[in-house]
């Protein structure tokens, strides 16, 4: 190195502690289940962002789909005294938290950015407890997708159905040809996510708020549900005997490599599709899950902040609050993620056609009354109701022991004890 260069290196060094003390730099220590490739592509935007000003990001990603596992390491932390300064918190569970006193308001960052102005109602209700923000959104999530390969279809013979009746000709057809029609992991939160989507398909959107928002037994035990049951419990044969365990990406890569026709995910699933550089509308679709043209199943990701004592790292926590509700994160996070920004008036361009047909359908929903919180993904009930529902559903799909009678009974009980 010559004397010169390593002069301005000696600079360079000194002016960065500079910069880092004039933010006192801070820890923040975020607890995430953001591990396949779309997601850990998604999370390192946020470490970009908070690295930037002077702050040290510690990664706590606990790997598990839906985030049970994460839930789980999370409350072993804060039971002992311990947890991180931020956690991948959502839906009801936020209140939880809250309730129990873990969780700080931020208040001062909301107000000085004016949040309230810049989420929706149905965004700002659930980060909030008591009136305070205790939770910053990171996107909405469009549950309620039918990820499909155009390439498998024109194999097969077969149409991208948009009934659940015609989701049957279909995979006989994708069958017949040789592919696996339904790409699908066999794990709890995988099951009630398809579940779910038949039940918004068939039962509408006031039968699935009764049924999963206000737990209303005489819908939980209506001939409906027995017939949503069975037809969920149809769509087994159509899964490949491989499936037990599978994580939901090993699922979205299937379709991704021709292998199956079809998967029903959330729209973290694009993420994926994304990540391995395909297009919307040429290598894959997403079309609404079938029957649900008019429904749209939220699911927002939030981070908590949890009550801190170290003033640097408070500084370091509120920094990572701000810079969520920005619009350069919620824009590129957003693209990496499949999800579509929380903040409201955000430019579209960039997005694709599957983003802006959840922005539209968002609006559109909102509107009907079609807009759903997802049970499957927290937002619709308390993890216990929750947990309860994943039971009897998984056990239902993944045995025969049980009628679809049987099983609508045994699922208007869990429920009820749940409460
Ligand atoms: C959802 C979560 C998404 C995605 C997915 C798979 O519950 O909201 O962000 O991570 O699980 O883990």
Not at 121 to 144: E, W
Not at 226 to 248: C, H, M, P, S, V
Request: charged share 20%; hydrophobic share 45%.
């Amino acid at each position: 190195m010559s004397l010169k260069s390593a002069k301005k290196a000696v600079l360079a060094t000194a002016l960065s502690g500079l910069v880092s003390i004039a933010a006192q730099a801070g820890n923040v220590e975020v607890l995430h289940y953001w591990t396949s490739g779309g997601e850990a592509k998604s999370a390192a935007v946020l470490k970009q962002l908070l690295e930037a000003e002077g702050h040290q990001w510690k990664d706590f990603a606990v790997a598990g789909g839906g985030g049970e596992s994460a839930m789980t390491v999370l409350k072993s932390r804060a039971v002992s005294g311990n947890p991180p300064s931020a956690a991948q918190i959502k839906g009801l569970d936020i209140q939880e938290w809250a309730e129990l006193g873990f969780l700080t308001p931020l208040d001062a960052v909301a107000d000085k950015a004016g949040w309230d102005n810049l989420l929706p109602t149905v965004v700002s209700n659930v980060m909030k407890y008591d009136g305070h923000y205790v939770a910053v959104p990171v996107n909405v999530h469009r549950v309620n997708w039918l990820w499909a390969n155009p390439e498998v279809f024109k194999k097969s013979g077969a149409e991208v159905p948009t009934t659940w009746e015609e989701f049957f000709t279909a995979a006989d057809k994708i069958k017949a040809a040789g592919f696996i029609p339904l790409a699908h992991g066999g794990q709890a939160w995988q099951d009630a996510t398809l579940f779910e989507a038949v039940a918004l398909g068939m039962g509408g959107a006031d039968f699935y708020r009764k049924a999963f928002v206000e737990h209303d037994q005489s819908v939980l035990t209506s001939a409906k549900m027995t017939e949503i049951l069975a037809t969920f419990k149809r769509l087994n044969q159509y899964i490949d005997a491989d499936a037990a365990g599978r994580d939901w990406n090993i699922a979205t890569s299937m379709v991704i490599n021709g292998k199956a026709a079809m998967q029903v995910m959330g729209d973290w699933a694009k993420g994926e599709f994304t990540a391995a550089g395909k297009q919307p509308g040429k290598d894959y679709l997403c079309v609404a899950a079938p029957d649900t043209q008019n429904g749209f199943t939220f699911n927002i990701d939030s981070f908590a902040m949890f009550d801190l004592k170290d003033a640097d790292d408070k500084q370091a926590q509120a920094d990572l609050a701000r810079l969520i509700m920005e619009p350069e994160f919620q824009e590129t996070f957003n693209l990496n993620k499949g999800s579509i920004p929380a903040r409201l008036g955000m430019p579209r361009d960039k997005f694709d056609s599957c983003a802006h047909k959840s922005m539209d359908d968002f609006v559109a929903t909102a509107k009907s009354g079609g807009l759903v919180p997802s049970m499957a993904h927290g937002m619709s009930t308390t993890s216990a109701v929750q947990g309860a529902i994943y039971d009897v559903v998984t056990n239902y799909f993944n045995s025969d022991s049980l009628t679809p009678e049987q099983a609508t009974e045994k699922l208007a009980r869990a429920v009820k004890a749940a409460i």
